[in-house]
């Protein structure tokens, strides 16, 4: 890990939050039709169950000597979103364009999407499958930060989050998909 990058992302996704606070303008409020909309829906997954399974599927199937990797992998994916969702329902954040936007609403778990912001999940989940496929394929890993930091950003384009959202759940995915592989000795 990181711990420079790690703490940079903190401070960053406070900065953002202070802005955001003080009504910097920060939403795109972008419209987007046709194939780029889908293209960028498409894009916005990676991370989410059927990547993380589909990326598992393959090191199963091609790569037999790296299976050891597969439950670690899982598990760092997985522990990143039951992070976020924790934190989510523990803030309650207005997303962007909506009522209240920005607000931080206080905890509840009853699901309500319109206060469930901050940190973008799919952001973390993102990072979390980078971080542990970066373990297994160090090669590849320019790939994976652009998949990822591909991924985040249009959390940001397709006003889902606000920025320190996006960066907030970079820097949860970040740490948990390190500290979930530093606990299975990968």
Known sequence: MNLGLFIGLIIACVVLLILERLGVPTTLRLT????????????????????????????WQFDPAHRQYIFPLIVAVCASSISAFAVKRIVGRARPNREQAGKFLGPTWRHDNSRESFPSSHSACAVALTVALIHVYPQAS?????????????????????PSDVLGGIALGYGVAFAVLRGFGV
């Not at 994976?144 to 591909?150: C, M, N, S």
């Not at 959390?155 to 889902?160: Q, T």
């Open 32 to 59: 987007f039709k046709g194939d780029i909309k889908r293209e960028t829906q498409y894009l916005a997954q990676y991370g989410q169950a059927v990547c993380t399974g589909v990326a598992a599927m393959l090191i």
């Open 142 to 162: 320019e790939s994976f930060w652009t998949l990822a930091l591909a991924t985040a950003g249009l959390r940001y384009v397709l006003d889902a989050h606000w």
